[in-house]
């Protein structure tokens, strides 16, 4: 168990053992309760099926992630969203220690200006940004032959991202 990281505590396995990779995060302002496992294990804990996190909170998803996007058009949104671009950048946009490291800023600067967010919505409006941010970058590059055959290797990136950002 390591302490550190937004949110509580968290905790991750190796691949060796029954659970495969599995991270699980509780705090006060944790992720939510319960174990959260890779393809090579299941999800259990306190989510409800009702759209909501857990955590008895009072507005469901769809309510935070459009309260989320309200907050995208402020200046704050927006002068994070541009350092995360100019990160990105500068590092290298498939680089997982850069992705990781522009969704850990923007979760805490979030978290700090923001202080009656719970850590879902701060997750929430992070994401957005990041995902803005990339966005951005996407218009304003000169897109060639896409290989589709990527997409796995990029969708290892952003899993390794968040882990090291939540970590």
Do not use: H, K, W
Request: aromatic residues 6%; charged residues 10%; glycine residues 14%.
């Amino acid at each position: 168990a390591a302490s550190g990281g937004y949110g509580g505590r968290f905790v991750s396995g190796g691949l060796g053992g029954d659970s495969g990779i599995v991270a699980s995060a509780s705090g006060d302002r944790g992720f939510g309760r319960g174990r959260y496992s890779s393809v090579y294990g299941s999800i259990s804990g306190s989510t409800s099926g009702t759209g909501e996190f857990g955590d008895n909170f009072d507005l469901p998803l769809s309510g935070r992630v459009s309260a989320a996007a309200s907050r995208l058009s402020s200046t704050a949104a927006g002068l994070r969203v541009s350092s995360a671009i100019s990160l990105l950048l500068s590092n290298g946009i498939t680089n997982a220690n850069a992705l990781s490291s522009a969704i850990g800023n923007i979760m805490y600067q979030v978290n700090n200006s923001n202080p009656g967010l719970s850590s879902c919505d701060v997750t929430v409006e992070s994401l957005l940004e990041i995902l803005s941010a990339l966005l951005s970058i996407l218009a304003s590059s000169s897109v060639g032959e896409i290989n589709y055959n990527s997409s796995q290797q990029s969708a290892e990136i952003v899993s390794q991202s968040i882990f090291q950002a939540l970590g």
